[in-house]
């Protein structure tokens, strides 16, 4: 995408904006119009950018692209009515700015400034090393490229299709911006296509083989759970950025032996502090709610602890400033102390790690005084874990 071509979509936006924005009457009138088209849906504010602001930016991508149906069809409306209004002109001005490539480069550029966000908001933890700041800033330039692949540009220019087919929005034959031929990569000039002895072609069979999809189907119902868990029905995009950000991150940190993030055996430490001697592992995949997730009513006393324990991590991050990825409870690192089998969560941790030291030191010492059932290890929560 080149610059202009930015530039030119970011132009657009702000217009957009000012122009709805700076009138009461049409800012009411684009209230309307958003609940004419989307009933029992709430209307979104136009977002302004900003020069400094990543997230700024990102919102107001986000929205432009959630709202922009219900622009378009304001600024038609505005254009045809009887008697013309004196912004009618500018109506149809701005029309025309809203074609196929200003939403193909709202596809491309929306990812971007999300990846940004999140990285910028990280990175403005004031716990935060040099090493991890580092790590995460060379996460996300991996994303960053990853987004260029022609893979990723192909879903990327479908979605703009669709939308532009929703919108009535000509589609140009050639794509904006690839009309110079591309080169074919080296890897590719001299292999071969045939299949060989450790390829193997997928048949009509295998594909419709339900083995073939079992980890798809769990990786989906991994990120609807995430989605869940921490709140974000409405905003799946956003913590799947998240997730990735931390992901790479957690994966760089253990290949180099850092000792970044503590929060996932800090947990296991309170349980060998109540109970010394025991793994916290023990209690890994044991009924309904121990280990990430849970559905149906906990089976034991034990059980009842981790569902006691995921509720309380819910309500961990939605306190006010604690829902930066920085916070998230089985990242956040915090202080305690052990004596005589009992948890002691420190005075100095600030009021997130405090609700997330609190979450596993209750747990902890649940866990100690519960009968623990070593039949209860491994259930199939297919069958015996429904709501």
């Known amino acids: 995408m080149k610059l202009t071509a930015l530039l030119l979509l970011l132009t657009v936006v702000e217009k957009l904006n000012t122009f709805i924005a700076n009138s009461t009457k049409r800012h009411a009138a ?49 254009r ?76 990327i220019f479908m979605k703009a299709t669709t939308a532009a087919e929703a919108l009535d929005i000509e589609i140009p034959e050639q794509i904006p911006g690839q009309g110079r031929r591309r080169k074919v990569p080296e890897k590719f000039k001299y292999s071969s296509t045939s299949a060989n002895e450790d390829h193997h072609v997928l048949t009509l069979e295998d594909l419709t083989d339900p083995a073939q999809w079992k980890n798809i189907d769990q990786g989906l119902n991994t990120v609807h759970s995430l989605c869940e868990f921490y709140g974000f029905q409405g905003e799946e995009i956003h913590l799947k950025t998240e997730l990735r950000v931390f992901h790479g991150t957690y994966t760089s940190c253990v290949a180099s032996g850092a000792l970044l993030p503590r929060a996932l055996w800090q947990f296991g430490n309170m349980v060998s502090c109540a109970q010394p001697g025991t793994s916290a592992l023990k209690y890994n995949d044991y009924g309904c709610w121990c280990g990430f997730g849970g559905t149906g009513a906990p089976i034991d006393e034990v059980d009842a602890c981790c569902k006691v324990h995921d509720n309380c991590y ?24 052990c004596s005589n089998e009992a948890v002691t969560c420190s005075a100095s941790n600030n009021k997130c790690q405090a609700a997330v030291c609190e979450c596993d030191r209750v747990a902890a010492h649940c866990f100690a005084r519960s009968t623990y059932n070593p039949e209860n290890k491994n259930l199939d929560s297919k069958v015996l874990c429904v709501n």
């Open 30 to 78: 684009f209230v309307e119009t958003q609940k004419a088209i989307n009933p029992g849906q709430r209307p979104l504010e136009l977002q302004k950018l900003s020069d400094t602001r990543w997230t700024c930016r990102e919102n107001a991508l986000k929205t432009i692209r959630k709202v922009l149906p219900a622009a378009m069809q304001y600024l038609e409306d505005l």
């Open 80 to 155: 045809k009515c009887e008697p013309p209004d004196l912004a009618a002109g500018d109506a149809k001005i701005l029309l025309r700015s809203i074609n196929f490539e200003f939403l193909l480069c709202l596809e491309i550029t929306t990812p971007v400034f999300l990846e940004t966000s999140v990285t910028s908001n990280a990175l403005q933890q004031k716990d935060l090393d040099l090493a991890a700041a580092y790590t995460v800033v060379d996460v996300v330039l991996r994303r960053v490229q990853e987004l260029r692949t022609d893979e990723q540009f192909t879903e």
């Open 314 to 337: 819910k309500s961990s991050r939605k306190a006010p400033g604690c829902t930066a990825l920085a916070d998230l409870p089985y990242v956040l690192a915090y202080d305690f102390t």
